[in-house]
């Protein structure tokens, strides 16, 4: 069982920045990847950035490419997304997504945390 809690959303104007972080805990073993999704009212969830646990190779959606960084802090099991320029077709539900393989028997896993409000609005 792994548990995501996010924080950090809230209201800003355009053109303003927030920072989000998902802290993983419980049995993470063979976590390799933890990436953020949105979801806007009327629409579906869609990836918005991802980054790998050992390398730190990352990725975006090229809405939020030059604006947003996913980074992570491996010692803390924890991803943030920094977010920079927000717009207001930024608004939506954000949600932390890790997911990993056990290593013996090989499993994988996925969780989802429960997601924090961003709204970009003036």
């Known amino acids: 069982q792994v548990q995501l809690v996010e924080s950090g959303g809230g209201l800003v104007q355009p053109g303003g920045s927030l920072r989000l972080s998902c802290a993983a805990s419980?049995?993470?073993?063979?976590?390799?990847?933890m990436n953020w999704h949105r979801q806007a009212p009327g629409k579906e969830r869609e990836l918005v950035a991802g980054?790998?646990?050992?390398?730190?190779?990352?990725n975006y959606a090229d809405s939020v490419k030059g604006r947003f960084t996913i980074s992570r802090d491996n010692g803390k099991n924890t991803v943030y997304l920094q977010m920079n320029s927000l717009k207001p077709e930024d608004t939506a539900v954000y949600y932390c997504n890790a997911q990993g393989r056990s290593t013996w028997p090989s499993k994988f896993w996925a969780y989802w945390g429960q997601g924090t409000q961003v709204t970009v609005s003036s």
């Open positions: 980054i790998t646990i050992p390398g730190g190779l990352t």
């Open positions: 419980g049995f993470i073993s063979g976590m390799n990847i």
